[in-house]
């Protein structure tokens, strides 16, 4: 097996950034989250953020 460097998920994650390609995520309790259910994200979400919109970086037309 031969994962991407940085976050294992970069390479299809939709919040991936170039410091997700250069560092791996720490494990971390979020708050909000039940105890012991950890994340390893630069970007987690939590109760108080709102997923944003999934845009294409070159949007091509429609059929």
Known sequence: INPPSG?????????????CAS?????VQVEG???GHLTACH??????TVPAPRLAKDPQPAA
């Open 33 to 35: 989250n039940k105890p």
């Open 7 to 19: 976050c294992r998920f970069r390479t299809r994650c939709w919040k991936a950034t170039d410091k």
């Open 43 to 48: 970007y987690p979400e939590t109760d108080e």
């Open 23 to 27: 560092e791996a995520p720490p494990l």
